[in-house]
């Protein structure tokens, strides 16, 4: 197999990446990430439907008609879960209506279409047989083997088409969940690869009635190295603000506050113990980004910096290097960005033991893994990392070489072509 980019092609392999944001959301870092390291390799393109960075590394539909198909796609869900009165606790959509720039010359020119996160009305279900191309898909929630939901937590009616959905009220006469599984296997092309980020999430697609036949590898997010790395942690506090002496502890994500899962309410209860039995109000920093202040926030008994959102690699390298622990208390992750970001700057990660999390870090060693949804366990972990400088220090160097020697995107760009290579050499 030919690596570099090239094949039987005899050139460089055209990629066409397909996600619904350019910036927002982890799917999108993700795929912007693996784009940057392809095009040293290939031609790799990114088409997304809502753009809003103006840099030429984002294309998007620029006709009036493809502007009037994403205002109706967006709101098609609304109107569905509306029309079936619905009330769902969690992210959830259809995809009902069609993807409008099927025709699109980037598309049409590929030779792989590679597809991430595609809600938010992007692409419909039924426009799946229409692309004609080799598709590859990254999974970064498990919506395309589900009846509708992002993130199914202990449910697996997935594994039987959602018959039994715990989330939407049974129907005498429509089944909506077990109809959009049926659609989605129905629509998925036979040799579409499924890639999924993690082990944790490639067994759930395998066991999923969607999924089941189809081809599935798992090749982890990446990360630029060279632009998450350690920074001098006094020039990084200095930058924004934090006493040298201080412990801090970092926690961060999007809409970090108000996600519930993220985890907000465990880390509020996490902390309560460590001011309760551990250490002096003066002693400990709290910073989180993602979120705005709360109107009511809890009371941590520390001082809590809120810095709202940051998209910018040099502003988030910052704050990892500023920071001493990393906290992710998240209830479920498929393979999650920011703890990627943290290790690759030298900061340990104390997160609950789930999904992909636990293929990251390495308990003790490079972080702590703390019983899921045990807010004492998490105090403990954050106490364990910040307890030892020397090793802190350790835990530090061993986090950046994990990231380094296995996660670099250099190296996973490389694993994504000599997949496109096995794919157009069939």
């Known amino acids: 197999m030919i690596s570099g980019g090239g094949g039987i092609l005899g050139r460089k392999i055209k990629i066409v990446h397909i996600n619904t944001y350019d910036r927002e959301g982890g799917a999108a870092r993700a795929a912007f990430r693996l784009h940057?390291?392809?095009?040293?390799?290939?031609?790799?393109?990114?088409?997304?439907?809502?753009?809003?960075?103006?840099?030429?590394?984002?294309?998007?539909?620029?006709?009036?008609?493809?502007?009037?198909?994403?205002?109706?796609?967006?709101?098609?869900?609304?109107?569905?879960?509306?029309?079936?009165?619905?009330?769902?606790?969690?992210?959830?959509s259809f995809n009902f209506l069609p993807f409008r720039t099927i025709k699109n010359e980037f598309i049409i020119n590929a030779d792989i279409i590679h597809l991430h996160w595609i809600n938010g009305g992007f692409i419909g279900i039924g426009s799946f047989n229409k692309l004609n191309k080799p598709i590859v898909w990254t999974l970064h929630d498990s919506w395309p083997f589900t009846g509708g939901c992002h993130i199914p937590y202990e449910c697996i009616e997935y594994q039987n088409f959602c018959l039994d959905c715990k989330q939407i009220p049974k129907r005498r006469f429509f089944n909506i969940s077990n109809w959009v599984c049926r659609r989605k296997l129905s629509y998925y092309p036979d040799n579409m690869i499924i890639v999924c980020p993690s082990r944790w999430l490639a067994k759930?697609?395998?066991?999923?009635?969607?999924?089941?036949?189809?081809?599935?590898?798992?090749?982890?997010?990446?990360?630029?190295?060279?632009?998450?790395?350690?920074?001098?942690?006094?020039?990084?506090?200095?930058?924004?603000?934090?006493?040298?002496?201080?412990?801090?502890?970092?926690?961060?994500?999007?809409?970090?506050?108000?996600?519930?899962?993220?985890?907000?309410?465990?880390?509020?209860?996490?902390?309560?113990?460590?001011?309760?039995?551990?250490?002096?109000?003066?002693e400990i920093k709290i910073i989180i980004f993602g979120s705005e202040k709360p109107a009511n926030p809890p009371y941590f008994g520390f001082d809590v910096q809120y810095v709202g959102h940051l998209n910018d690699n040099i502003s988030l390298n910052i704050l990892y290097s500023a920071a001493d622990v990393m906290i992710v208390p998240s209830k479920s992750e498929n393979f999650p960005n920011v703890i990627l970001e943290s290790m690759a700057s030298g900061t340990p990660c104390v997160a609950f033991d789930v999904g992909g999390i636990s293929e990251l870090i390495t308990h003790r060693i490079d972080g702590y893994l703390a019983k899921p949804y045990d807010s004492l366990d998490l105090a403990a972990g954050i106490k364990f990392v910040l307890s030892d400088r020397k090793k802190w220090t350790l835990m530090s160097q061993t986090a950046r070489k994990k990231i380094v020697e296995l996660y670099s995107i250099d190296i996973i760009a490389?694993?994504?072509?000599?997949?496109y290579n096995s794919i157009l050499e069939i």
Not at 47 to 58: A, G, M, P
Not at 225 to 246: D, V
């Open 36 to 92: 940057c390291g392809l095009k040293k390799i290939s031609e790799s393109i990114l088409f997304v439907q809502n753009k809003t960075d103006d840099s030429l590394e984002f294309l998007s539909g620029s006709k009036r008609v493809d502007k009037i198909k994403v205002f109706f796609n967006k709101r098609a869900d609304f109107f569905i879960k509306l029309l079936f009165r619905l009330k769902i606790d969690l992210p959830w």
């Open 414 to 419: 490389e694993k994504y072509i000599n997949l």
């Open 204 to 282: 759930c697609a395998k066991n999923s009635s969607v999924f089941a036949n189809k081809k599935i590898v798992v090749i982890p997010n990446g990360i630029d190295t060279n632009q998450y790395s350690p920074r001098n942690k006094q020039f990084a506090r200095t930058m924004i603000g934090i006493p040298i002496q201080s412990k801090v502890i970092l926690f961060g994500a999007m809409s970090a506050a108000s996600d519930t899962n993220k985890g907000f309410c465990f880390l509020s209860e996490a902390i309560k113990y460590l001011y309760d039995k551990n250490y002096k109000h003066d």
